[in-house]
């Protein structure tokens, strides 16, 4: 009888595992497809401008995306990429739910477990309207952004391969175009990996802004909590994007990719 009922509980587990599975993998088709739709769009878009003049692919490309984007939902901010990934989505903000709107929603705001890159609504940089002692002359101005850390890779499913030193050596650069003057091109100068329990970790990470007499102790915490030396060298002049998300391999732990604006 208490094999049965054992052998019973285990078919149930089994098969609402596989149910949602299946759920989470229908989810993940449907989000995928709102990105598709317009890439697919944009695949015949030409490599040279009306007069003949050269544009690298990505950056004609990315204008017209994000401007397709914005079409869908007026609350997209800007486009991310990564060179030779999966990593390559519209981000959006808003102040809703405490600027988390997005982070169980899809690009047309409806709900689905894969979210969307959803960027913190407080940097000056992407909301200057936001906070009367926001955004000095004198602070440092950063962009964080969110994802989900997919099994299957994709959202934020890239930064997390940035804990092996030699996926970095392959990957390097991040795009990110916010609409003020093209895309920014930067440098990924600190790996870390933080948890959300660590009090120091939650002091000195997640700044949107820095302020003057912070930024030693700021960058000095970036150098010391790296996973690895990049070689990039960055200082308190500096701006950084950093990209958030969750990391299984350090309890309550997120990895933080951090990345400098760097000239074209």
Known sequence: MKRKIFRMICMAVVMASSAYLIWYGYLWRQNQKIYDKVFEQLAEYPETGETGEQYPDYELWNDTALETFRQINPDVVGMLYIPDTVLCYPVVMTEEEGGSYYLYRDL???????????????????????????????????????????RNGSMF???????????????????FNYGQDGSKRYEICSVLTLRTDDLYDRELFGRYTVPEDQKDTFVSY??????????????????????????SGVKNGRVAVVAKQASW
């Open 222 to 247: 970036l150098r010391k909590r790296s996973l690895y030396e990049t070689g990039i060298s960055f200082g308190t002049d500096d701006s950084f994007l950093i990209l958030l998300t969750c990391y």
């Open 157 to 175: 499913g890239t930064i997390r391969k940035y804990t092996d030193p030699e996926f970095f050596q392959a990957h390097r650069e991040v795009y």
């Open 108 to 150: 047309y705001g409806k709900s689905n477990i894969n979210g969307s890159v959803f960027a913190d609504y407080r940097s000056p940089l992407l909301n200057p309207d936001y906070g009367e002692d926001q955004g000095k002359e004198t602070d440092m101005q950063n962009i964080i952004l969110y994802g989900h850390n997919m």
